[in-house]
C-alpha cells in the first residue's frame, strides 16, 4: 500500500509504534518527518528517533539502533517528504494524454502523472504493480498486461523507465510546471475518477466518506467500502431490534 501522507504515518508511528511489517520504511519516514518537517538537525533528529524507537520496536535489536537510524538519516536527506495535498492537474497536461494516448491507456496514464506529481521527485517515482490496480480500480488486470499497457506508454514517450541501483523508477516525460488547471485530484483512493468527471462522465461523492463515486442506474449513495459498512450496522441493527423483540 502506498503511504500519501507521511507526517500523519509519522504520527501514527510516535503513538502507536512501528508496524509489524515495514519497520525500515517507518524509520525512513520517521526521519523524513523530523528533518522535513519539524526541521530538526541530524543530531536531534537521531535523538528524538532513538527515544521513540528503543521502546516502540523490538525488530532491530538496540546494538544496531543508532546505525539504522543514521541511515534513515541520510536516506531522509535525499528524498521529499510525502503529503496529500491535492494534485493538480493541467489543461496542456489532460491534452497531450487526449491526443497523443491511445484511449485504452489514458487512465494509467492518468496514475502516472498523478503519482510524479505527488513525490514531486524529479528522478521519479517507484510503484508497485498492485498500487497502481488499485488506483486504477482493475485489481483484475493480470501483471503482464499491466507491462504490455507500460511498454506502450513507454513508446508513446509519456514514461520512461529509470534504472537505478535498488529499483525500477518510472519518470512521467510531460509533467509541466504551471499553466490553466484542468482539475484537482484530491480524492486519493480514486485519481482516474477526477479525469472522468473532467471528461463529463457522471461521477458524485459518497454521501458517507465523501470519496468519489460512478453514479450508476440505482442511484447509488456509497462508494463500495462504506455500502459494506453501512450495510453491516444495518443488519446489526436489526438484529439487535429482533431480540430485543423477542425478549419482551
Ligand atoms: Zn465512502
Same mark, same amino acid.
Given at each position: 500500500?502506498? +503511504?500519501?501522507?507521511?507526517?500523519?504515518?509519522?504520527?501514527?508511528?510516535?503513538?502507536?509504534?512501528?508496524?509489524?511489517?515495514?519497520?525500515?520504511?517507518?524509520?525512513? =519516514?520517521?526521519? /523524513? *518527518?523530523?528533518?522535513?518537517?519539524?526541521?530538526?538537525?541530524?543530531?536531534?533528529? $537521531?535523538?528524538?528517533?532513538?527515544?521513540?524507537?528503543?521502546?516502540?520496536?523490538?525488530? #532491530?535489536? @538496540?546494538? *544496531?539502533?543508532?546505525? /539504522? #537510524?543514521?541511515?534513515? =538519516?541520510?536516506?531522509?536527506?535525499?528524498?521529499?517528504? !510525502?503529503?496529500?495535498?491535492?494534485? +493538480?492537474?493541467?489543461?496542456?497536461?489532460?491534452?497531450? =494524454?487526449?491526443?497523443? #494516448?491511445? &484511449?485504452?491507456?489514458?487512465?494509467?496514464?492518468?496514475?502516472?502523472?498523478?503519482?510524479?506529481?505527488?513525490?514531486?521527485? &524529479?528522478?521519479?517515482?517507484?510503484? !508497485?504493480?498492485?498500487?497502481? /490496480?488499485?488506483?486504477?480500480?482493475?485489481?483484475?488486470? $493480470?501483471?503482464?498486461?499491466?507491462?504490455?499497457?507500460?511498454?506502450?506508454?513507454?513508446?508513446?514517450?509519456? =514514461?520512461?523507465?529509470?534504472?537505478?541501483?535498488?529499483?525500477?523508477?518510472?519518470?512521467?516525460? +510531460?509533467?509541466?510546471?504551471?499553466? &490553466?488547471?484542468?482539475? $484537482?485530484?484530491?480524492?486519493?483512493?480514486?485519481?482516474?475518477?477526477?479525469? $472522468?468527471?473532467?471528461?463529463? &462522465?457522471? @461521477? !458524485?461523492?459518497?454521501?458517507?466518506?465523501?470519496?468519489? @463515486?460512478?453514479?450508476?442506474?440505482?442511484?447509488?449513495?456509497?462508494? /463500495?467500502?462504506?455500502?459494506?459498512?453501512?450495510?453491516?450496522?444495518?443488519?446489526?441493527?436489526? !438484529?439487535?431490534?429482533?431480540?430485543?423483540?423477542?425478549?419482551?
Amino acid at each position: 500500500m502506498i +503511504i500519501f501522507d507521511e507526517v500523519l504515518y509519522a504520527e501514527q508511528i510516535i503513538r502507536n509504534g512501528c508496524s509489524q511489517r515495514n519497520v525500515l520504511v517507518d524509520f525512513k =519516514i520517521l526521519a /523524513k *518527518y523530523f528533518i522535513h518537517y519539524k526541521h530538526r538537525t541530524d543530531q536531534e533528529a $537521531r535523538e528524538e528517533m532513538l527515544n521513540i524507537l528503543k521502546n516502540s520496536q523490538t525488530f #532491530i535489536p @538496540i546494538n *544496531y539502533l543508532v546505525l /539504522k #537510524i543514521d541511515k534513515a =538519516i541520510s536516506f531522509a536527506k535525499t528524498e521529499n517528504l !510525502k503529503v496529500m495535498n491535492s494534485v +493538480i492537474i493541467y489543461k496542456e497536461e489532460v491534452d497531450i =494524454i487526449n491526443n497523443t #494516448i491511445d &484511449e485504452s491507456l489514458r487512465d494509467l496514464a492518468i496514475v502516472y502523472l498523478f503519482l510524479s506529481k505527488w513525490s514531486n521527485d &524529479e528522478k521519479g517515482f517507484f510503484v !508497485k504493480e498492485a498500487d497502481v /490496480k488499485k488506483l486504477l480500480g482493475k485489481q483484475s488486470l $493480470r501483471n503482464k498486461d499491466l507491462q504490455i499497457k507500460n511498454k506502450l506508454l513507454e513508446d508513446s514517450e509519456f =514514461i520512461k523507465f529509470v534504472d537505478t541501483r535498488t529499483k525500477e523508477l518510472i519518470k512521467v516525460l +510531460i509533467t509541466k510546471e504551471d499553466g &490553466e488547471e484542468a482539475f $484537482r485530484i484530491n480524492d486519493f483512493k480514486h485519481p482516474v475518477l477526477h479525469y $472522468r468527471q473532467y471528461l463529463g &462522465e457522471k @461521477i !458524485k461523492k459518497c454521501e458517507n466518506c465523501g470519496c468519489l @463515486i460512478k453514479i450508476t442506474s440505482s442511484n447509488n449513495k456509497y462508494c /463500495k467500502d462504506c455500502k459494506k459498512v453501512i450495510k453491516n450496522l444495518q443488519t446489526n441493527q436489526s !438484529k439487535q431490534r429482533s431480540k430485543t423483540n423477542k425478549s419482551l
